[in-house]
């Protein structure tokens, strides 16, 4: 039988790694007044003629605090400036008309302000103001990932269980996923993903995926719902850049092409009937889109409807690596060298990347 005097401490590597990044993991928290979220309610509680309902659903008490507050949401963050910078995902932010807390894993609660969300991928920074300096995670190296490395996924898990830890291993890299945050969200492509197969559940959103030396190699952003054991995170390397950005111009700079393309395969050659299984196929998506948007890069270097993208700075476009893979790995204002096919002609075509606003 075992007591307190006898039973031998655990010691791994694991549980030590935990006890360093721990104190670096937020619960971010969404809360709205509750005269707005009853007024919001309100619209929705009307009969088939337009009028309110004889006993309208109210907001129950015990959920309003002392400020009138009420919790609406939540997810995880961690921070990676002892300042008090924190990066989360993009759509645990996307509530409108909210005010947004971060509580610390010793429990002290801050306001945040948010500095950035990135326009691409789903990154945000969130900045609280602490009175003294605090624990941050030191920041990995995620280009250089193997199969079968030991990660770490930390996170308030549900949005109730907060300083949850769940060990898994590095599943899969560069996975590319169709995701949406709710139902009444638009359908984001994510790129270049890590799979793993550490748990990660609704309210993990935004927390740090580690490896074993406690160092992040990615935002966790996304499980499939249909299967057990698949979850993706977001490189931390993209977050770097976001974080240079904001110290070098107080925003996040994404490149701009400006086209809407479909990625070409064999498949789509033999429906489309065209000369070629590879490339970007330049061409709008609904009647209301344009396929090169009008004063953009793309505009101004000359491409046009119709034209198949072969190549970005002589690399062949593919659907393993698409145009938007290749923005990821520019700046604002590189020159990049295009081959288009148009009419059965190749040509070369010179473009300048903008700025995305």
Known sequence: MYNKLNMKKEKSEIILTIKKVMPAV???MLSKHVSAL????SIFQKNGHGHSLKHPIKIPKDRVDAHGMVQVGGGSGFI???SGVI???KHVLSEPGVEYSVITSNDETYGAEILARDPVDDIAILKIKPAKKLTAIELGDSKYLELGQTV?????ALGIFRNTVSRG???GLSRSVSAQADPASPIQEMRGLIQTDAAINPGNSGGPLVDIFGRAIGINAAVVAAAENISFAIPIYAAERDLKDIKQHGRIRRPLLGLRYITLDENLKEKLGLPIGYGALVTHEHPFDTAVIPQSPAAYAGVKEHDIILTWDSEKITKEKNIQDCLENCN???AISLLVLRNGKELKVRVVLAERK
């Open 26 to 28: 937020v619960s971010i």
């Open 38 to 41: 009853e007024k919001e309610m």
């Open 80 to 82: 990676v400036d002892d």
């Open 87 to 89: 990066l989360t995902n």
């Open 152 to 156: 770490l996924a930390f996170g308030n």
């Open 169 to 171: 291993i590095i599943s």
């Open 332 to 334: 604002v204002g590189d």
